[in-house]
């Protein structure tokens, strides 16, 4: 009977130690900074009925809505 070889470690374990320590680009960061401001300031106003509002924040970040979604203050995106 015909076994194969045993694996070395490096082909069994993950080494993460390899990924880039910043794998986006600069651009991305500073948008997802962006979004993260205006989620805590302007997306959060106690506007009743304000679903417009935060229909066009999340649409200039690149969200992808229809006209009548409803969306409240409390929900958090990432």
Known sequence: MNTPP???PSQIFQ??????????RRSEYLRRYA???IQATLYRLPLPRAYG?????LRCFGAKLG?????HST????
């Open 35 to 37: 979004w993260l401001v």
């Open 15 to 24: 080494t993460l130690d390899r990924t880039a320590a910043y794998p986006y």
């Open 6 to 8: 045993n694996p070395q």
């Open 75 to 78: 929900t958090h995106i990432l």
């Open 67 to 71: 006209t009548a979604a409803a969306v």
């Open 53 to 57: 509002w935060r229909r066009f924040w």
